[in-house]
């Protein structure tokens, strides 16, 4: 009894990046969200950047859009899209995070004959790779508008609104390190609030370091879920941040005032 092997489809999204080492998360993610939507002919493939795999995924293909984390000096989360006639005049050489990049890969396909007719290079600027750890949320957010303008390439771009909902910007742009750092913290203003006999808080002050992952508003957002049932709930955040990754406590969150209502 013969199989039916599945045909290739003639356009490919291929994403390149290793789901579980920070900001090299941002092609997968991507990916994943696209590939959520079961666009029709089109092959939503990631890939950890393996030469010859790569070359196979872009054979024959009529439009490839190669989505890769790149480290090019510019701010985290940069985003850049690169048209066919851009490449063709000369390939852009953002430097990949991974051994052959998305653009080395393409020369090779190239050289070999069996490149794509059509390319697009989109790519995310990535600083940190520490494995276990999520994409900073700047990288996230760049990911998901890297999403939006992948849909635009393959005219799909009334799909926008439902990628929002499958793209990862609340639930796991928080690592747990950093859920770890917010209940270290809610436990240190319980303590206080203990010391001081008072069964309310009614404001917190924090610093969040410029290399905590957390934004103002993920914080807001953790740390009132993290705070709801206790006597913390409801109390008034004032949230300064610092911009200097030299500070000795640069990847903390740092508590530095907790108000209490008098017993």
Do not use: Y
């Not at 303008?149 to 390190?177: K, Q």
């Amino acid at each position: 009894m013969s199989r039916e092997v599945a045909k290739a489809a003639s356009r490919v999204v291929l994403a390149i990046g290793n789901r579980d080492r920070g900001d090299d998360a941002a092609g997968p993610w991507i990916a994943e969200a696209l590939r959520a939507l079961g666009l029709a002919g089109v092959d939503i493939v990631t890939s950890d950047g393996e030469p010859a795999r790569l070359v196979e995924l872009l054979r024959g293909r009529t439009l490839a859009i190669l989505v890769d984390a790149a480290q090019t000096g510019a701010h985290e989360g940069a985003l850049r899209v690169f048209p066919p006639e851009a490449i063709q005049k000369g390939p852009p050489r953002p430097t990949s995070s991974h051994a052959l990049g998305a653009v080395q890969a393409l020369e090779l396909a190239r050289r070999l004959g069996v490149g794509p007719d059509q390319v697009w290079l989109v790519t995310v600027e990535a600083r940190r790779f520490v494995p276990g750890t999520a994409p900073a949320p700047a990288v996230l957010r760049a990911g998901r508008e890297a999403g939006r303008r992948i849909l635009e390439l393959l005219g799909e771009s009334d799909r926008s609104a439902e990628l929002d909902s499958h793209f990862p910007i609340h639930d796991e742009a928080f690592p747990m390190h950093e859920m770890s750092l917010i209940a270290d913290l809610l436990s240190k203003i319980l303590d206080v609030a203990r010391r001081e006999g008072s069964d309310r808080v009614t404001a917190v002050g924090v610093e969040l370091g410029a290399l905590s992952h957390c934004s103002p508003q993920h914080f807001t957002e953790h740390f009132n879920e993290a705070a709801r049932g206790t006597i913390a709930e409801g109390a008034l955040l004032e949230i300064m941040t610092r911009d200097d990754p030299s500070h000795p406590r640069a990847q903390e969150i740092v508590l530095t005032s907790v108000e209490v209502e008098e017993p």
